[in-house]
């Protein structure tokens, strides 16, 4: 195995280490906090990452294909990622510290944004909203897009720091939504919107929400799971990251940039978010590619060269 591919070996035996450490963290809550797994709910996911590893294993043993191998193992880690990071949140929620909005609005209100008034362009222009709802749930075929043509065009070391600023992201979200909890702007300030229409994609979130913080909802659950996250905003976290990571492809460059900072302005309305949410999200984003980055540099140190094709990626958001 050449330094190259050890490297990357290293590297997703750390990203299979965090998957582990966070499915441990929910079997303690299934053991000691009162909640129970809905196992049929990780049949699906289970099964495909089992058949994806296979695949990688094949494609890296017997058709010597690393990048293929890749692309079938980092798709595996980000749905087994995926599938224990929801109930993760759920766990995190339970914990039911005193909420925050009140403070999260003030800030907004001190940075001049006016939440109500996003609201009302959306209604005047209901084909707007529509469009910008489209945006906001593209996330998931975004994130499976990008893993394939990362893997696909051999950019390897650069879709190991996609992946782990993910985790990292996700982790970082779920760590200070436990200690600053919040349930989003549209439950704060008890809104229906005028246009039956524009009811926002977190909304089927909020029994489930509430539920964990008054302890009537304990499940655990892959498939199924909500996001319930506020603050801050793990969908305006991953929209930058997806911008880093589609930066190295020219021709995905440009179009990446422009649908997910259109994600970005989408998140107040349809995921029920601060301003402050989202900025926040933002900075998550930029500190976890670094991070992300340094740890591929660490452990992949025969890709100087791909790692400084992807470096404007970093540098711009830096500079966002």
């Known amino acids: 195995m050449t330094g190259h591919a050890a490297g990357l070996r290293r590297l997703d035996g750390i990203i299979w280490l965090l998957v582990a450490a966070v ?22 996911p289970s099964g495909t990452c089992l058949a994806l590893l296979l695949a990688a294993q094949f494609y890296r043993t017997r058709r010597n294909d690393p990048n293929i191998a890749s692309a079938l193992e980092c798709t595996a880690q980000i749905i087994a990622f995926a599938a224990v990071a929801a109930p993760l949140s759920y766990v ?33 222009w209901p084909a707007f909203h529509a469009v910008m709802r489209v945006i906001y749930l593209s996330m998931t075929v975004q994130m499976t897009a990008i893993v394939l043509l990362l893997g696909f065009t051999g950019r390897l070391a650069w879709l190991r720091v996609y992946t782990l600023a993910f985790i990292f992201a996700a982790l970082a979200t779920i760590a200070i939504s436990t200690v600053l909890p919040a349930e989003g702007v549209w439950l704060h300030y008890g809104l229906k919107s005028a246009d039956p229409s524009i009811v926002p994609v977190s909304a089927s979130s909020w029994p489930v929400f509430l539920g964990l913080r008054d302890g009537s909802f304990r499940h655990l659950m892959a498939i199924g799971s909500e996001g319930i996250i506020t ?90």
């Open 92 to 124: 995190a929620a339970s914990a039911a510290l005193p909420l925050r909005d009140a403070n999260f609005d003030a800030v907004d209100r001190a940075l001049g944004f006016d939440w109500k008034a996003l609201l009302a362009v959306m209604e005047r």
């Open 23 to 44: 499915a441990g963290v929910e079997m303690l809550a299934v053991a000691f906090g009162g909640f129970s797994l809905l196992l049929i709910s990780y049949a699906a």
């Open 231 to 320: 603050f801050p905003s793990l969908h305006a976290a991953l929209a930058v990251i997806l911008i880093a990571a589609f930066w190295p492809v020219r021709a995905a460059r440009w179009p990446s940039t422009i649908v997910n900072s259109l994600m970005v302005m989408a998140t107040p309305i349809d995921g029920s978010h601060y301003l402050i949410d989202v900025l926040a999200g933002i900075t998550i984003a930029v500190l976890c590619l670094y991070a992300a980055r340094a740890l591929v540099a660490r452990y992949e140190g025969s890709t100087a060269a791909a790692m400084r094709d992807a470096a404007p990626a970093a540098a711009g958001l830096s500079a966002r």
